[in-house]
């Protein structure tokens, strides 16, 4: 099959499955409510909601047949791909249906002319009138390539999904095919694997900095900076500088001053998490905190990442970055629709990073980063980190995003942590279920007995991160009821 024809088939099946459920949601919507006018006949059910639910169910069902468990990640990559579709449609509406028959839009342009027609009279100078027509011309500029920026977001993540994808091959069908990864990790390109890396860190320092302290700013530069040379002292990657060949080390010191770095984020925005429970109660100071906390665990996904693998890093904080800005805040959706939105995308990423549901991709080099033998706790740790840093990333981003949301929704928080908890626990439930009734299936053991151990141990990092979640909002609700 040609790459013309692959795309077509593509294409045509999303459409038609955003056809479907946009005609399943306008069924919902006339027959709940009657059509007076197009915002205001808007159902409780949305195109979103009804991709979510059929999603769910879809992939939950999905698990009972071993050739779905072996290419699980073809579901979350269609998964994904359908909702920046659904995104791309809601967007559209947002941005020019509603504008048309909003009465809240048109009620303030009749407001905003009406004053202005009631300063007419009102002499202003020249200067200042120039002034505030460059100030209009400027602000309405903004607002449009804002607005066209936001149209292109799920485009965007559509290529950045389609470029992750030829970075690892998974699954068993297609695993034996050649990827970009295996390209890079050649050594007869070295050169290029080093760019990309360099490149990729920069990008890393960038897109996590923003919200930072000075200090773990500096912090995150000298540790971004450490995992090159990290990476360099192991042979993986090159220095320009560097033109014959140089001794291979362990690179001990240069991931345990890494390391350092690692723990100062995380203690700076543990610090300012505790400063706001006990001391302060200014949100500014939690969100910062949470953030700093996040970036702590960037640095470390950074460090146990695969040179290779870091592109998959910066797409991810990519992607968070345009959804944040772009979709999830002028859509405005409600906590459980974002949560889904993250564990769906951190699904996904889990398969970026090159996991399957087979145990012969678990890197289990990352659990030697930085010690010079075997320690069984530290290794534990760093392996599960590393194999499940998309779902955690994306999960913990969850927590700033929301914590972000409370003053729009007070109880956004506790609604996310339920959410994430349902949306784990369903699938395990039944996969289970379904593991029992399978037990004598010919494939027990190489299909459905390593994605239970998979499932296992994602029910133990979901329960600490809903620990965590549980803590930041009661503190909130201490906060709301004092």
Not at 52 to 70: C, N, W
Not at 179 to 188: A, Q, V, Y
Not at 455 to 473: P, Q, R
């Amino acid at each position: 099959m040609s790459w013309f024809t692959a795309v077509g088939v593509m294409m045509l099946i999303s459409a038609l499955m955003c056809g479907i459920l946009s005609a399943i949601a306008k069924t919902f919507d006339n027959s709940r409510l009657p059509v007076k006018n197009p915002v205001l006949s808007s159902s409780s059910w949305s195109e979103i909601d009804v991709l979510i639910l059929a999603g769910t169910v879809g992939h939950v069902l999905s698990l009972g047949a071993s050739s779905f468990v072996e290419e699980e990640h073809q579901t979350w990559y269609f998964l994904i791909n359908t909702l920046c579709l659904v995104l791309c449609q809601e967007l559209c509406r947002n941005n020019f249906l509603l504008k048309e028959y909003d009465p809240q839009h048109s009620t303030t342009v009749k407001q905003n002319s009406e004053e202005a027609s009631g300063y007419k009279n009102i002499d202003i100078p020249a200067a200042d009138s120039s002034k505030l027509s460059k100030t209009s011309t400027s602000d309405e500029f903004v607002r449009g390539s804002d607005k066209w920026v936001s149209l292109a977001s799920p485009w965007i993540i559509l290529i950045c999904c389609r470029l992750l994808r030829s970075l690892n091959q998974t699954g068993v069908q297609w695993a034996h095919r050649p990827d970009f990864g295996h390209w890079l990790t050649s050594s007869e390109h070295k050169s290029e694997l080093s760019f990309l890396a360099a490149v990729s860190l920069l990008m890393i320092f960038f897109l996590v900095q923003r919200r930072c302290s000075l200090v773990s700013k500096i912090a995150m530069a000298l540790g971004l900076l450490g995992i090159y040379s990290y990476r360099a002292a192991i042979g993986n990657v090159i220095f320009p500088w560097q033109h014959g060949s140089k001794d291979i080390s362990k690179g001990i010191t240069e991931a345990r001053f890494v390391y350092i770095f690692v723990l100062g984020i995380v203690f700076s925005g543990t610090k300012d998490l505790l400063k706001s429970q006990v001391i302060s109660s200014d949100s500014g100071v939690k969100s910062t905190g949470l953030w700093e906390v996040y970036s702590g665990l960037v640095l470390l996904a950074a460090l146990l990442f695969r040179p290779h693998n870091l592109p998959v890093l910066v797409f991810c904080l990519l992607i968070q970055t345009m959804m944040t800005k772009y979709i999830w805040r002028p859509l405005k959706f409600g906590a459980a629709q974002i949560t889904i939105m993250h564990y769906w995308f951190g699904q996904a990423f889990f398969y970026f990073q090159g996991n399957s549901n087979g145990i012969a991709t678990v890197d289990v080099s990352a659990g030697f980063v930085g010690l010079e033998s075997y320690v069984e706790i530290p290794a534990i740790f760093l392996t599960a980190f590393a194999t499940y840093a998309g779902p955690l990333l994306w999960a913990f981003h969850l927590l700033c995003y929301l914590s972000s949301e409370v003053s729009r929704n007070s109880a956004a928080v506790g609604h996310g942590c339920f959410c994430y908890a349902l949306m784990r626990s369903l699938p395990v439930a039944v996969y289970i279920v379904l593991v029992t009734g399978l037990r004598y299936h010919l494939f027990i053991w190489s299909v459905f007995s390593p994605k239970l151990l998979y499932e296992g141990v994602h029910v133990f990092i979901t329960a600490a991160i809903c620990l965590f979640f549980t803590a930041m909002d009661h503190n909130h609700s201490h906060k709301v009821q004092d």
